[in-house]
């Protein structure tokens, strides 16, 4: 691969892999800064060097790609706001208990059904001087959203620190909250919040403005649903789209459509272009427009909240700006790689972004795969030509994200070679019309006419992805996907891409072979899961699940309102998808059960305790009043549970309970789920 042998991809990789390693391994900032210190003037000595040395090239290429990790191990450092000393985490605050806040509100995020939602950034809390990255969350209390981005906030409020994942192999919102360095969420209402000032900043003005377009936009005569789709492809702000509309386009394999990235920045980058034409292309001209371009581009990031893939899209095709305007050749891998590179020494927690990872490959492939797939077929007709262009496209987007998607989501969009087929024609004409749209909205509402064929275009955009989303057989979802299986499965297209592009024996014989890795890992994983049992308490709110597992055979025990629901229960999905399992039957809650020859009793609400049996296992559910003293006494189990359907006001009693009794428990509300 030729992309291997630039220097500059040697260092990007170094780079990502030093703000990787700073995630698993500990190390002090001074020894890091030494290293980097040391190592740069190793480098400059070894540059005086002769540089027809082959042993002193080598030499070089080594100490720079170990400075590329150090650099991305400081880049982390520097970043880390928690290396701060007043952040609110190092501060000796009483968690969960009512503190005064002063807040200042950066960015809107989606509602929830009882919140407003921002990411606030704290000033000081208790009138103590203080830092860092919150969740702010508003009760609605039947009120409209009344605060704007850069407001000043006096809060009386919960601060609550991320909690891990109480239900196994779930999404761990906690930790995607800590790479985006937030730790903690605040709750509170309209009569504990007061404005007390404005901060000033660019990005608080841009976000303002973009209500102020959206207020416009809503004051025309575009229907809700229209303009929230509207404004997530033309202003990134998916936060309003129902969840129906956003699963259509999720089962369509056209959801990328929705976050703003490399195709949008390109339509509106095009569009800039064509209204920059009069401008003579004299030097003055070109730098004239070149800037305007450059400045448009960023203003339209910062219109569109500075996502990970609009900030990537606006980057490369800032890149290529200069490059065309320069009048240079530009490398489309440097261009990849340069803005990889300036993206992360900014902002290093955008690698752990899902979408910055997704786009990023997902552009890769298109540039390394789809020229191999075009070749395949070059029709004569231009209308044929665009569309097949559009397939492979597609086709090598979606090879390059695939086993990246199913990992994180678990399922596969099968028509989406027919959606992009369909709507990406129609995307442009949108996004065409939707600009005009935009740039009048800035100014006053927009004219009924283009409103209206605006609304028409994106409900029959609407109606065409609901049609093929319908199509719920061609969705594959609940594939288990592990790490292993993922690390594999990469290893396996670019072997096979290497081979297609370059046949030779020892290239097929090299992609068999990692094929024939793939599927070993694979039959470890089902051989790992055949050879394995265990019972599992979940830790659901108000309800009560138990799993027992035997292979990959799992019975779920439950009442009747969850079991039959089954399918669509995330918690047990979740698990059964991260473990390759399958339910074998439906239980109703049994008050006895049995596993490893070890007696479990459940005492429910009804109370019903068989004194006579002495069970190893104690499982109290849905707030049974019973003496518990008196339970533990007579009943002596080696282990007591309480599972997440009890007052919370009963645990604290049951707790010193078992403590007295030197019993030992497991509270699923702290501990998460339990597993014996």
């Known amino acids: 691969m030729k992309i291997l042998q630039f220097p500059l991809t040697k260092i990007t990789i170094g780079f990502i892999l030093g703000i990787i ?171 504990q919040a007061e404005v007390i000032g404005n901060e000033v900043s660019v990005v608080s003005f841009f976000s303002n403005f973009r209500d102020k377009i959206i207020a416009n936009l809503k004051r025309s005569s575009i229907s809700e649903a229209e303009l929230n789709v509207l404004v997530a492809l033309i202003l990134g ?30 339509i509106i980058m095009l569009f800039i272009t064509f209204l920059l034409k009069p401008i003579p292309n004299s030097k003055k001209g070109l730098i004239s427009k070149l800037i305007v371009i450059i400045a448009s581009l960023f203003t339209f990031a910062i219109l569109a909240g500075l996502s990970p893939s609009v900030v990537r899209s606006v980057t490369m095709f800032s890149f290529v700006a200069i490059g065309i305007h320069l009048r240079r050749t530009v490398n489309i891998y440097h261009t990849l790689m340069v803005s990889m590179l300036l993206i992360l020494l900014f902002k290093p927690s955008f690698i752990y972004d899902v979408g910055f990872q997704l786009s990023y490959l997902a552009l890769f492939f298109i540039i390394w795969f789809q020229p191999i797939l075009s070749n395949i077929w070059q029709p004569n007709n231009k209308t044929i030509t665009y569309f097949w262009e559009i397939l492979t496209v597609s086709f090598a987007a979606q090879i390059g994200a695939m086993p990246l998607s199913i990992y994180y989501f678990h399922q596969f969009p099968g028509l989406f070679f027919l959606t992009n087929l369909i709507v990406l024609p129609m995307l442009g004409f949108i996004m065409a019309v939707g600009v005009i749209a935009i740039v009048i909205a800035t100014f006053s509402t927009v004219p009924f006419h283009i409103a209206k064929a605006l ?82 308490v979940f830790n659901i709110k108000g309800n009560t699940i138990f799993t027992l597992r035997k292979g990959q055979n799992v019975t779920v025990y439950s009442n009747d309102s969850i079991l039959a629901n089954l399918e669509n229960n995330q918690n047990v999905q979740s698990y059964l998808v991260g ?24 005492i429910d609400s009804l109370g019903l305790i068989p004194f006579n049996l002495k069970p190893d296992i104690l499982i109290l559910t849905q707030s049974p009043k019973v003496n518990l003293d008196r339970v533990l006494t007579k009943l002596n189990p080696k282990e007591v549970v309480f599972d997440g359907s009890n007052y919370k006001s009963y645990l604290k009693k049951w707790e010193a309970t078992c ?18």
């Not at 390759?580 to 020859?597: D, I, M, R, T």
């Open 455 to 536: 609304e028409f275009l994106i409900s029959l955009f609407n109606k065409i992805i609901h049609s093929i989303a319908s199509f719920e057989d061609f969705v594959i979802r609940n594939i288990s996907f592990s790490m292993e299986m993922l690390c594999c499965s990469y290893f396996v297209i670019f072997l096979c891409i290497l081979w297609i592009k370059k046949p030779s024996f020892k290239k097929l014989g090299v992609t068999l072979l990692s094929v024939i890795v793939f599927q070993t890992v694979y039959i470890f994983e089902k051989y790992a899961t055949q050879s394995k049992q265990e019972f599992l």
């Open 237 to 266: 702000q998916q936060q309003d789209i129902s969840a129906d509309i956003l699963k259509d386009y999720q089962y369509a394999g056209a959801v990328h459509i929705l976050s703003v990235s490399g195709l949008h920045v390109g």
């Open 579 to 602: 473990n390759f399992c399958q339910v074998k039957q439906k239980e109703l809650l049994n008050n006895f059960l049995y596993f490893k020859g070890n007696k479990i009793l459940v």
């Open 659 to 676: 403590k007295k009794h030197k019993i030992p428990f497991h509270n699923t509300n702290e501990k998460g789920f339990y597993n014996y």
């Open 21 to 191: 390693l700073f995630r698993f391994i500990t190390l002090y900032s001074s020894f890091v800064f030494l290293g980097l210190t040391i190592g740069i003037v190793f480098l400059f000595f070894l540059h005086l060097k002769s540089q027809n040395s082959k042993i002193i090239k080598q030499l070089f290429g080594i100490i720079t790609l170990l400075l590329s990790v150090l650099i991305g191990i400081s880049t982390a450092i520097i970043n880390k706001e928690t290396s701060i000393q007043n952040h609110y985490i190092n501060q000796k605050h009483d968690f969960e208990s009512q503190h005064n806040l002063k807040i200042i509100l950066v960015e809107k995020i989606k509602n929830s059904s009882k919140n407003f939602r921002y990411i606030a950034r704290i000033k000081d809390i208790d009138s103590e001087k203080s830092s860092g990255k919150i969740i702010f969350n508003l009760s609605k209390n039947d009120k409209e959203n009344l605060f704007s981005i850069g407001a000043i906030l006096k809060v009386k409020g919960k601060l609550y620190k991320n909690k891990p994942t109480y239900n196994p192999n779930q999404f761990d919102y906690g930790k995607y909250l800590e790479n985006q360095e937030i730790y903690a969420q605040v709750y509170s209402n309209f009569n």
